[in-house]
């Protein structure tokens, strides 16, 4: 895979100020607050930074968190993780692998198969519904 590369100019200047604080900087979007927690079309969420595909609907749960939540990425490669020991907690940090934006985190919760709950921030999410 091709990283994407970019200074933090140049993703300032492309994303929103929220989407820069959250993709860029590991913050995170209030509960309830975001575009997609509560959406229910099919389609597919793709990476707000750089576009690759992340997550699938089919794998979008409720997991009454008020952030959209997922079982699995749409495959081994599109999400890596990396320990985070931030804000005295520690917690699995979900990546996109093709340019690093923070998307969320992942928890030992979810729904089977997987038993994964990908906790992630709309504001790291693009969403394109199926045609
Ligand atoms: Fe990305």
Known sequence: ME?????DEEWRQQLTPEQYHVARQKGTEPAFTGKYWDNHEDGTYRCACCGAELFDSKTKFESGTGW???SAPVDGNSVRTETDTSHGMRRVEALCAQC???L???FPDGP???GSRFCMNSASLDFKKKE
């Open 104 to 106: 969320g985190h992942v």
């Open 100 to 102: 690093d934006a923070h």
């Open 68 to 70: 959209p939540s997922f």
């Open 112 to 114: 089977q198969p997987t």
């Open 3 to 7: 990283k994407v590369k970019k200074t």
